[in-house]
């Protein structure tokens, strides 16, 4: 595997085996590019071709299949989006998706962030998609964890610190994602921060187009590597660590006419009532925190559910002005 240039290559596979050498790099990493690629994460290539398949299978289908589970149909702001009917900082993005979360009851009387909790959407054409990605979400799940446990203990805290927000009801977010090939925009998706904990996304094999902001306000891109993950940080580590972490702004170039981009990003989030610990940084370490960024159109908050909810408003005012009564425009928080 050639590394790519720009962005740091991890293996999570020699975590257990030298974990200081392991946290070392990936607090390197997420303090200096807030981007890396993660390999020996123990997923196998066969269900990353199965998952990346699958995808496929679904945006093939007919437009009438695809519009059967509407997200214009979801209080939850779940089920398929049609190209146009997402928002990044009041733009329109050049994509089609699926947006899927824990498979939970919707909340009777729901307020606010409440309403993102309930029932998914599944295609009835494509019965294999529920299965596949229940057990991906599951799976990718426990390599989320692994990572925050090591954060933790390179930051200087308990490497158990976060499992109390996550413990119950955890509030995933994954997408499957096609970006088609246009003329019209470069804009794929707009430049935006993830507004969770960390973000695992997997991309096809040519999927080009991901391009990350550097501390210099440069772009770089982030290609597809195979077998590896593309790893950034949300807003609630910026929030957690004061800055030291930064969640880094990226953005996604709208493929070329005659071509297509598939990715599957999978945003690993705790509970929607949850707050992440505030973590008391080493001496060394609180002289490199940067604080957290102070965007009054952007504002960071501590409980999850308020930083997702603020996002899916913006993102779908379609969803939000069918169901909730609101129109907004705004960042959004996918890829």
């Known amino acids: 595997m050639v590394r790519p240039p720009d962005l740091p290559v991890l293996d999570l596979s020699g975590a257990d085996s030298d974990p200081d050498a392991f946290r070392s790099d990936l607090l390197s990493a997420a303090h200096d590019a807030g981007f890396f690629y993660l390999v020996g994460h123990g997923i196998d290539t066969g269900r990353i071709r199965e998952v990346l398949d699958l995808a496929r299978a679904f945006f093939d289908l007919p437009a009438s299949d695809k519009e059967e589970i509407s997200q214009l149909g979801s ?93 119950e009801a955890p509030a995933f977010l994954l997408k499957l994602v096609r970006y088609p090939g246009t003329a019209e925009t470069e804009q794929g998706v707009g430049a935006h921060k993830d507004s969770g904990v960390l973000t695992l996304l997997l991309v096809g094999e040519h999927a080009d187009g991901l391009e990350v902001e550097t501390a210099e306000g440069e772009w770089i891109d982030a290609p597809p590597v195979p077998g590896a993950f593309i790893v950034n940080i949300g807003e609630l580590l910026e929030f957690a660590t004061g800055g030291y972490l930064r969640a880094t702004r990226h953005r996604v170039r709208a493929p070329a006419p005659g071509s297509d981009r598939i990715s599957v990003p999978f945003f690993f989030n705790p509970a929607l009532d949850a707050q992440v610990p505030i973590l008391s940084l080493t001496p060394e370490l609180a002289t490199q925190a940067r604080g957290v960024e102070d965007d009054p159109n952007n504002p960071i908050f501590a409980t999850y559910g308020e930083n997702a909810w603020k996002s899916r408003v913006r993102a779908h005012p379609d969803v939000a002005e069918v169901h909730h009564g609101i129109g907004a425009t705004g960042r959004a928080s996918a890829y």
């Not at 307020?111 to 295609?123: A, E, K, S, T």
């Not at 964890?145 to 158990?160: C, F, I, N, P, T």
């Open 75 to 167: 209080p939850q702001f779940r089920g398929y989006s049609r190209v146009g009917r997402e928002l990044t900082n009041g733009l329109v993005d050049w994509r089609e998706q699926i947006d899927i979360g824990p498979e939970r009851p919707a909340v009777s009387g729901a307020q606010g962030f409440w309403n993102l909790q309930g029932p998914n959407r599944w295609p009835s054409a494509l019965p294999r998609l529920r299965p596949v990605i229940e057990q991906w979400s599951a799976d990718l799940s426990d390599v989320g964890l692994r990572l925050l446990r090591h954060w933790a203990a390179a930051l200087g805290a308990d490497e158990s610190v976060f499992d109390v927000a996550f413990a």
